[in-house]
């Protein structure tokens, strides 16, 4: 959002212009009143670092995320299901779009964040690693991965920086169509044949651990974690929000008529958690190095779009740029 | 090249920022404002790159009313917008610090008093 804007200084300004130690004080003390940092408000360059790191991974993931979906689109069962599963894709571009922008206000230019991801060097959510076999994936993606991140994201809503906070909320907004048109498909199969029962059944089998390690590692293992909550990015640990998850999906998992592939579920009544079952942290590193089920045809799907692109933006730039110059002429000769 | 949950949190370190990718000719950013419905002003809903007014009118239409959150857009190219200095922050703002007498809330003697 705004970013690039020129500031007109006055004369007055220039006298009280703030060194980076009361830059510091006053970050410090919006910290402390629990208020929110702008674009161009100072800010210690770590909380900068830690913020482009967060956002470009978060608009990466939503851009990636469209894939395993739009994988469905010409398969879809029926003209409604299709319309929504198309829908629910460009909700994600969306997403990903607001989160560049949000990005871009802390000085990093889009170009930069597009070409990082295209040259593997950027980083987005393991859950996108994971192949879509069947149609019911297509629930469990939407009741399960779409309402992990309903979970991470709600909270992200009042993070510390204003534009990210605002870009959350706009993507919040959207999510719970996503998670129920998820869980109805769901619904739908689990009330269907038994063959289409056991379908959705094994695409909750299958999404339901890599739903729960989208909260990322626990926290014992979690080293930014600390630092995101003192600057009041994150609003819970990982822990926490899984655990809070869990819950919500041991309720609704009823209501399908399905079982989740976890015979640890507990309340704690001592710690009032919900505790789930052990996960397999080495399948995460494992997706996380590179060695996931679909991180190369992933990234290759990505790079093919943005190279068969390219003749498309740089149309429109060549037509911007004639456009400009004949109206300009035009001009020249009226006057 | 992959990484943990939706919001970036894999548990890796950050690493500094890799060296920057020399630009071709990226799109200009341009300011999105959303008017709601009519009789509300404009409210900015965010940005997008675009070649040109025409397309990033187009842009904003498909990114920022998707669910019918506006009846008009008014597309600014973020380099037209002058703001102030956020500097400034206190001397610039101050001159309305104490003169309460501007709010209707000042004037006390009235109360009670019908449609005043
Ligand atoms: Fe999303
Ligand atoms: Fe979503």
Same mark, same amino acid.
Request: one cysteine or more.
């Given at each position: 959002?705004?970013?690039n804007l020129?500031a007109?200084?006055d004369?007055?300004?220039?006298q009280?212009?703030?060194?980076?130690?009361?830059?510091?004080?006053?970050?410090d003390r919006i910290m402390? !009143?629990?208020?929110?940092?702008?674009?161009?408000?100072?800010?210690?360059?770590?909380?900068r670092?830690t913020?482009?790191?967060?956002?470009?991974q978060?608009?990466?993931?939503e851009?990636?995320?469209?894939?395993p979906?739009?994988n469905?689109i010409?398969?879809?069962?029926?003209?409604?299901?299709?319309?929504?599963?198309?829908?629910?894709?460009?909700?994600e571009?969306?997403?990903?779009?607001y989160?560049?922008?949000a990005a871009?206000?802390?000085g990093?230019?889009?170009?930069?964040?597009?070409?990082?991801?295209?040259a593997?060097?950027?980083?987005?959510?393991s859950i996108?690693?994971?192949?879509a076999?069947?149609?019911?994936?297509?629930?469990a993606?939407? @009741?399960?991965?779409?309402?992990?991140?309903?979970?991470?994201q709600?909270?992200?809503c009042?993070?510390?920086?204003?534009?990210?906070?605002?870009?959350m909320?706009?993507?919040?907004? *959207?999510e719970?169509?996503?998670?129920?048109?998820?869980f109805?498909?769901l619904? *739908?199969?689990?009330?269907?044949?038994?063959?289409q029962?056991?379908?959705?059944q094994?695409a909750?089998?299958?999404?339901?651990?890599?739903?729960?390690?989208?909260?990322?590692?626990?926290?014992?293992d979690?080293p930014?974690?600390?630092q995101?909550?003192? @600057?009041?990015i994150?609003?819970?640990?990982?822990?926490?929000?899984?655990?809070?998850?869990?819950?919500?999906?041991?309720?609704?998992? !009823?209501?399908l008529?399905?079982?989740?592939?976890d015979s640890?579920i507990?309340?704690n009544?001592?710690?009032?958690?919900? *505790?789930?079952?052990?996960l397999? @942290?080495?399948?995460?590193?494992?997706?996380?190095?590179?060695r996931?089920?679909?991180?190369a045809?992933?990234?290759?799907?990505?790079?093919e779009?943005?190279?068969?692109?390219?003749?498309?933006?740089?149309?429109?730039? *060549?037509y911007?740029?004639?456009t400009a110059?004949?109206?300009a002429?035009?001009?020249?000769?009226?006057s | 090249?992959?990484?943990?949950s939706?919001?970036?949190?894999?548990?890796?370190?950050?690493?500094?920022a890799?060296e =920057?990718?020399?630009?071709?000719?990226?799109w200009p950013?341009?300011?999105?404002f959303?008017?709601? +419905?009519?009789g509300?002003?404009?409210?900015h809903?965010? +940005?997008l790159?675009?070649p040109?007014? &025409?397309?990033?009118?187009?842009?904003?239409?498909?990114?920022?009313?998707?669910?019918?959150?506006?009846?008009?857009?008014?597309?600014? &190219?973020?380099?037209a917008?002058?703001a =102030?200095?956020p500097?400034?922050?206190g =001397?610039?703002f101050?001159?309305p610090?104490?003169?309460?007498?501007?709010?209707?809330?000042?004037?006390?003697? +009235?109360?009670?008093v019908?449609h005043?």
């Open positions: 959002m705004v970013q020129q007109v200084s004369s007055q300004s220039e009280v212009r703030e060194s980076a130690a009361s830059g510091q004080a006053y970050f402390a !009143e629990d208020s929110r940092i702008e674009p161009r408000d100072w800010m210690p360059e770590a909380y670092r913020l482009v790191r967060q956002i470009s978060h608009a990466h993931s851009i990636i995320g469209m894939q979906e739009a469905w010409t398969r879809a069962p029926s003209l409604k299901r299709k319309a929504i599963l198309m829908a629910k894709v460009q909700d571009a969306g997403h990903g779009l989160l560049y922008s871009e206000t802390l990093t230019p889009r170009q930069k964040m597009t070409e990082d991801l295209i593997g060097n950027a980083r987005y959510s996108f690693n994971y192949p076999v069947s149609w019911a994936d297509m629930g993606i939407g @009741w399960l991965v779409d309402g992990a991140a309903i979970c991470n709600v909270p992200l009042r993070a510390s920086y204003g534009p990210y906070g605002r870009a909320v706009r993507v919040c907004k *959207e719970s169509f996503h998670q129920r048109q998820g109805e498909i619904l *739908e199969l689990a009330n269907g044949t038994p063959e029962k056991q379908m959705a094994d909750v089998n299958r999404w339901y651990a890599p739903s729960l390690m989208m909260f990322g590692p626990p926290d014992d979690s930014n974690s600390k995101s909550m003192a @600057w009041n994150k609003r819970f640990s990982n822990d926490e929000l899984r655990s809070r998850f869990v819950g919500m999906m041991v309720e609704q998992v !009823e209501v008529g399905l079982t989740l592939p640890e507990r309340f009544e001592e710690t009032k958690m919900w *505790e789930h079952g052990p397999d @942290w080495n399948e995460f590193r494992e997706v996380l190095a590179g996931g089920p679909c991180n045809q992933r990234m290759e799907r990505r790079r779009a943005h190279e068969n692109g390219a003749w498309v933006r740089e149309a429109a730039a *060549e911007a740029r004639k110059a004949w109206s002429e035009a001009a020249g000769v009226a | 090249m992959t990484g943990g939706t919001t970036g949190d894999d548990g890796a370190k950050a690493t500094p890799a =920057s990718i020399p630009a071709s000719t990226p950013l341009w300011e999105v959303v008017r709601s +419905s009519r509300l002003s404009h409210v809903a965010g +940005s790159h675009a040109d007014a &025409p397309m990033a009118l187009r842009n904003a239409r498909d990114l920022y009313t998707r669910r019918n959150e506006g009846v008009s857009i008014w597309v600014v &190219p973020a380099e917008i002058a =102030s200095d500097d400034a922050k =001397s610039f101050e001159s610090q104490g003169k309460d007498y501007r709010h209707a809330t000042y004037y006390t003697k +009235s109360e009670g019908k005043l």
